[in-house]
């Protein structure tokens, strides 16, 4: 079976989503959800005032929005660090809320796939032949919660 999930108010597995208003604590500040921290981290090593301006803002549409501008500079090991970076705030997220971990763990061995109709590198794509990194990596923490390690597989 195949878990697919996309809009942070779907239910039961909205949770998955990056938009999902599941704050944590990670490098010493609060985010308001994971894609807050995401984006803000494009910038925390070359322009530390506009990575809290994306910590900062409302919603994490507005924090997708900064993010993609690139009126400020990007921090030049983007490309290497995003996935790591993005598996770090899944985690936390999920560490922090004990209800959503449930939802998380509930899932066994299933597939989890983000079906984005415009995303090829985190979700699926409209074709389906998208690279669902954000799947793998909620696949990825639900081993590191049950067993305290990556499986094999991954």
């Avoid at 005032?49 to 997708?64: G, M, N, Y």
């Avoid at 090829?120 to 390690?149: F, H, P, Q, T």
Wanted: aromatic share 14%; net charge neutral.
């Amino acid at each position: 079976m195949t878990i697919y999930f996309y809009s942070s108010r779907e239910k039961p597995y909205g949770c998955f989503s990056n938009f999902s208003r599941h704050g944590f604590e990670l490098d010493g500040f609060w985010w308001v959800t994971s894609e807050h921290y995401f984006q803000a981290q494009k910038f925390v090593d070359t322009d530390r005032l506009w990575a809290d301006k994306i910590r900062e803002v409302k919603t994490p549409k507005d924090a997708v929005k900064m993010g993609r501008s690139r009126s400020h500079p990007l921090r030049s090991d983007w490309e290497e660090v995003k996935d790591e970076i993005m598996k770090q705030a899944v985690l936390q997220k999920f560490q922090t809320h004990g209800d959503i971990r449930e939802v998380l763990l509930s899932t066994g061995e299933m597939l989890i796939v983000e079906n984005s109709p415009i995303d090829y590198y985190w979700g699926c794509g409209k074709d389906g032949s998208g690279k669902n990194r954000l799947g793998e990596i909620l696949m990825e923490v639900r081993e590191i919660l049950c067993y305290g390690r990556i499986a094999d597989r991954f």
